[in-house]
């Protein structure tokens, strides 16, 4: 398969366990899909940088290449790194670019190279047979550890289990790569806290290495006390038409300048995220899975404060006014239970 937008190779580049994420791109022009031969030969695929101000997945995969660099590998490896221009200038994406975790299969974002792209890394693996896929992501706000999964399946439980307690289960924003993934084998998306944080490096690499090593996932079902289980019911951004800040109070959106501390805390309602200059206009807009406007469910302005009206969980809230542009201002969540036949499979 060929496809001008990505490259193929089935080696380690020199110089690629000595570079940094900046320099990368002198390396890999282009996004590179590696191939490389294990013992086991359905291969477990790994994608980093998808964001190219998200170093750690990078930081450990190479980690994880050094130790193997003069010994068979347990397990076969399909290594992509994705969004190279933008990780040389340290940036999640380039102001021409779409976001490289929302061009995979099941996107609503409009046609184009980088989706024909996400497609064809897709399907070459799909011919490879691919054990497991995880897609390592680094996150700005203050949030702890955590994996998430697209499907409620055992497979994709005992995978994030393997990275901690906190497991999230989400199914919007669409177009992300574990979703994509996630029709071909279990699949996670790892959030390993801010960049720059060696025990993010030290958690991926470790839970990197231990996937490696599996012959198998385990059949037993997860057992209820063994995970924390959230499930996202709403993706928050700021409304298009609404000017925001934390600092600058002409702005039509004042937020807290506190708050990413809530993320992962259960929050009252009546909680407060900022003040509003307009009442008559929506700051925020909440959208549920299959992406219906639920901001009245959520939100309300009571003279002129913005608050939260359900106890709700945020995670990924950021003081940072970029990505909350590109992205969003966060996700809100909900304590999930075990599927019942899991709890019972498993008492």
């Known amino acids: 398969m060929t496809n001008q937008l990505f490259h193929q190779l089935n080696a380690v580049p020199a110089g690629l366990l000595e570079t940094d994420p900046i320099h990368l791109q002198t390396l890999l022009p282009k996004p590179t899909l590696i191939h490389l031969q294990g013992k086991l030969a359905e291969p477990l695929f790994i994608s980093v940088l998808l964001h190219g101000n998200e170093p750690t997945g990078f930081l450990a995969l190479q980690r994880l290449l050094i130790k193997y660099r003069h010994r068979e590998l347990p397990r076969s490896l399909a290594l992509f790194f994705g969004n190279v221009d933008a990780a040389a200038q340290n940036v999640r994406r380039l102001e021409h670019q779409p976001d490289y975790n929302r061009i995979w299969p099941g996107t609503e974002l409009?046609?184009?190279?980088?989706?024909?792209?996400?497609?064809?890394?897709?399907?070459?693996?799909?011919?490879?047979?691919?054990?497991?896929?995880?897609?390592?992501?680094?996150?700005?706000?203050l949030n702890p550890h955590y994996a998430c999964i697209n499907r409620l399946d055992n497979g994709f439980m005992q995978l994030a289990a393997l990275f901690g307690r906190l497991v999230v289960y989400f199914r919007r924003p669409t177009g992300v790569q574990s979703a994509a993934f996630a029709e071909l084998c279990p699949s996670v998306t790892l959030e390993c806290g801010r960049p720059g944080q060696q025990h993010g490096v030290d958690h991926a690499f470790e839970f990197l290495d231990s996937c490696l090593h599996l012959s198998a996932l385990p059949e037993q079902p997860v057992h209820a006390r063994d995970i924390d289980l959230f499930h996202t019911v709403a993706q928050v951004k700021v409304a298009d038409a609404v000017s925001f800040s934390f600092t600058r109070t002409d702005c039509d959106l004042l937020l807290n300048d506190d708050l990413e501390r809530m993320n992962f805390t259960e929050i009252a309602p009546g909680t407060i995220f900022g003040q509003a200059r307009h009442a008559?206009?929506?700051?925020?807009?909440?959208?549920?899975?299959?992406?219906?406007?639920?901001?009245?469910?959520?939100?309300?302005?009571?003279?002129?404060?913005?608050?939260?009206?359900r106890r709700t969980m945020p995670s990924m809230l950021t003081l940072d006014e970029r990505v909350i542009q590109q992205d969003c201002l966060c996700y809100l969540m909900e304590r999930l239970s075990l599927p019942m036949h899991q709890e019972s499979q498993s008492a």
């Open 280 to 309: 008559r206009l929506s700051p925020l807009l909440a959208q549920d899975e299959q992406g219906n406007n639920v901001t009245d469910q959520f939100f309300n302005l009571n003279n002129g404060n913005l608050q939260i009206t």
């Open 110 to 141: 409009p046609a184009s190279a980088e989706t024909a792209m996400a497609a064809d890394v897709l399907a070459v693996m799909r011919a490879h047979r691919v054990f497991a896929s995880i897609d390592v992501h680094n996150n700005t706000g």
